[in-house]
């Protein structure tokens, strides 16, 4: 998906075939095993991976994956798109991606850590707050990089928080890094109600997906205005006509780790949500969501991908003969994340901390101009949200490596 993207935007912008290879393929692909001791005392090995995929506008960036269908090619997809995202957005970074081949749900928090803390301790040669900074990413979260921080300060025997940024705030971590990709999906959406004339206070809002992403970009589109009406995370979905009770439902996922079984609504299958009618379409769950066999039954009016590439290029090219559909592409729409962890390096690299208020302008100020500039891209260009959010994305990658020319 991230190659077909990227061949279309290349042929878009009509670049040479040996500049494609050079700007496309990772700098540096790292696979290597991750061995631990099991609490019974039995040694079992994993598979880490980290792709870098370019240097050329700063340090590469990018989370660290815990899931067990983790591989090489997903990694290298991955750091592909927060390439073009950091780009997009005007960040000095590459994109990278990282992750293990595990499940985390079936390791204890001591393996759990012994996993965290192999995996940066394989890459202390590779990574640095000057060439690579980790992030969590799905199946980690602010105590695995408080794990993989603390292993990397003890090799360079100084602390050095700016290898890791998602950590927990009394290490370094920025205020609102937690909530800033779901509040950003949120914030983008109000934009995009703006331009199509949709009145979000009367909106209605479909989530896929009820992690950190998606219930967070539950509750801040519901301070805009809007009614959620359904839900779902791996173990099913929920639906409600009139609105679901966002804060009895937090406090029943809190309880049973799912929203299945919240008592103020029908479960509904995963694949039946994505077709409900709605104003608002949020994929915030795993890549390949909408397909070919479910694009022309969408019935939204903004789709706002909150996942990293939640539509294949088949559904997009459905996608694309659908107008009455607005687009928020994934390298934007969640591009929050990546935005707000920009900052906790920059405060960590300074040792000065800034407020969550002033996090938060700051994200939404970064978002807003993007999301002008790929508006306008698109409407002058007359090619889709995502075509232009690409090519504003990948024309900055180009333009720095040849600027930065080839040594030797």
């Known amino acids: 998906m991230a190659s077909q993207q990227f061949d279309e935007v290349a042929d878009y912008l009509q670049l040479p075939q040996a500049e494609r290879d050079w700007i496309k393929y990772p700098k540096r692909a790292l696979a290597f095993t991750v061995p631990i001791r099991r609490d019974n005392g039995e040694i079992e090995v994993f598979s880490g991976y980290r792709v870098q995929h370019h240097l050329a506008l700063g340090p590469a960036k990018g989370g660290v994956r815990f899931h067990p269908e983790v591989e090489l090619g997903e990694v290298a ?3 592909m798109w927060m390439s073009w995202k950091c780009s997009l957005t005007g960040l000095p970074y590459g994109g990278a991606k990282g992750g293990v081949t595990c499940d985390p749900t079936q390791l204890s928090a001591r393996e759990l850590e012994r996993i965290s803390r192999r995996y940066a301790q394989e890459l202390v040669a590779f990574i640095s707050p000057e060439t ?65 004339g949709l009145d979000i206070t009367r909106a209605t809002v479909v989530i896929q997906g009820f992690g950190n992403v998606g219930s967070v970009a539950a509750l801040a589109l519901a301070k805009y205005g809007a009614k959620i009406v359904a839900v779902s995370d791996v173990y099913g979905g929920l639906y409600n006509a009139q609105g679901l009770n966002l804060a009895a439902l937090e406090k029943h996922f809190a309880q049973h780790n799912t929203v299945v079984g919240f008592p103020e609504a029908e479960p509904i299958a995963n694949d039946q949500l994505l077709l409900l009618p709605c104003d608002i379409l949020v994929p915030a769950a795993l890549a390949r969501q909408i397909t070919a066999a479910n694009a022309g039954k969408l019935q939204c009016r903004i789709l706002a991908e909150g996942a990293n590439g939640p539509t294949t290029p088949e559904a997009d090219a459905i996608l694309r003969q659908r107008p009455e559909i607005f687009v928020i592409p994934d390298i934007l729409c969640n591009a929050g994340g990546v935005v707000v962890s920009y900052f906790e390096w920059v405060q960590n690299l300074q040792s000065l901390y800034w407020s969550e208020t002033e996090v938060m302008d700051r994200l939404f100020g970064i978002l807003g101009n ?35 020319g080839l040594f030797p």
């Open 132 to 196: 690579d900074v980790l992030g969590p990413d799905m199946g980690t979260n602010d105590q695995t990089m408080a794990w993989m921080m603390d292993t990397y300060s003890g090799y360079c025997g100084h602390p050095a928080p700016g290898i890791a940024t998602g950590k927990p705030v009394s290490l370094g971590g920025s205020l609102g890094r937690r909530e800033s990709t779901g509040r950003g999906v949120a914030y983008l959406v109000n934009q995009a109600s703006g331009t199509t």
């Open 77 to 79: 997809a991955l750091a």
């Open 370 to 404: 993007a999301y002008t500039q790929v508006c306008d891209r698109s409407r002058q260009e007359k090619i889709s949200m995502r075509q232009a959010a690409m090519v504003q994305g990948v024309k900055r990658v180009v333009e720095a490596h040849r600027l930065r």
